[in-house]
C-alpha cells in the first residue's frame, strides 16, 4: 500500500517569512495530493490540493509542487501570519488517502 | 446545508461495551469514510463506502463493522471496545464523478472522541 512521510514534524518561522513543508510517497499510481489545515481540536480542512497531471498549483500565499519522479510534493506558505499557525497534513492516494504523520507550525509574532 | 455530521462528541466506554457512531451528510455525496486520528498522528482510513450497500475496508479495519443503507448516513460500528480504540474519529465525504475519474475533495466532520477505560 502506500506510504506517506512528512517533514518537518514541527516548524516555527516568524510573521511575514515563509514555511515549506515536504512530503513523499510510495505509490506511483497515487494521482491526488491534497493539503490539510487542522486547528487544535477542530476538523481537517483542505487548503490546496493537486492531481499528477500538474506540477504546480497556487492559490493567494499558498502553493503547492509536485514532481512525480522523485514522488514528493512540498507546500509552500508565503507571508506567514498568526492565523496560520495550525497542524498541516499532506496526503496522497489513488482510490483512498494515505496521511502523512503532520506538521505543527507555529508563527511567532 | 449542515454539511457532514456526528454523534456523539464525546463519550466514554468501558472495555468490552459496544457502540454505534453516527455520521450522516446532507450534501448527495456518492463516497463516505472514516478515519481514526491517534493523538499527534495523522488520519488513518478504517472504512469506506462509494455508494449505498457497497463499503470496503480501509488500512485498520479490525475491531470495527459499517453499514450503508441510504446515500446520506454511514455509521461506525465497534463490538467489543478495547483501550487501543481510544481516539478521535472523524467521518468524511466526497463526491466522485466517476472511480477512474480518481479521488477528490474530502470534507470532514467534527469528529467523535471516544475514550475506553
Known amino acids: 500500500g502506500e506510504n506517506v512521510e512528512q517533514h518537518p514534524s514541527t516548524l516555527s518561522v516568524q510573521e511575514g517569512d515563509s514555511a515549506v513543508i515536504k512530503c513523499t510517497y510510495s505509490?506511483?499510481?497515487?494521482?491526488?495530493f491534497p493539503w490539510y489545515k487542522q486547528e487544535l481540536g477542530k476538523r481537517p480542512q483542505l487548503i490546496i490540493d493537486?492531481?499528477?497531471?500538474?506540477g504546480e498549483k497556487k492559490d493567494q500565499r499558498i502553493a503547492v509542487t509536485l514532481n512525480k519522479t522523485a514522488k514528493h510534493f512540498s507546500l509552500h506558505i508565503t507571508e506567514t501570519q498568526p492565523e496560520d499557525s495550525a497542524v498541516y497534513f499532506c496526503?496522497?492516494?489513488?482510490?483512498?488517502?494515505?496521511f502523512g504523520s503532520g506538521t505543527q507550525l507555529t508563527v511567532l509574532p | 446545508n449542515a454539511g457532514v455530521t456526528q454523534t456523539p462528541k464525546f463519550r466514554i466506554l468501558k472495555i468490552g461495551q459496544s457502540m454505534t457512531l453516527q455520521c450522516a451528510q446532507d450534501m448527495n455525496h456518492n463516497y463516505m469514510y472514516w478515519y481514526r486520528q491517534d493523538p499527534g498522528m495523522g488520519l488513518k482510513l478504517i472504512y469506506y463506502?462509494?455508494?449505498?450497500?457497497?463499503?470496503d475496508k480501509g488500512e485498520v479495519p479490525n475491531g470495527y463493522n459499517v453499514s450503508r443503507s441510504t446515500t446520506e448516513d454511514f455509521p461506525l460500528r465497534l463490538e467489543l471496545a478495547a483501550p487501543s480504540q481510544t481516539s478521535v474519529y472523524f467521518c468524511?465525504?466526497?463526491?466522485?464523478?466517476?472511480?477512474?475519474?480518481?479521488?477528490?475533495?474530502?470534507?470532514f466532520g467534527p469528529g467523535t472522541r471516544l475514550t475506553v477505560l
Open positions: 493537486i492531481r499528477s497531471n500538474v
Open positions: 496526503a496522497a492516494g489513488l482510490r483512498q488517502l494515505t
Open positions: 505509490d506511483s499510481a497515487s494521482n491526488y
Open positions: 468524511a465525504s466526497s463526491y466522485n464523478i466517476w472511480e477512474g475519474a480518481g479521488l477528490s475533495t474530502q470534507y
Open positions: 463506502s462509494v455508494g449505498a450497500g457497497i463499503t
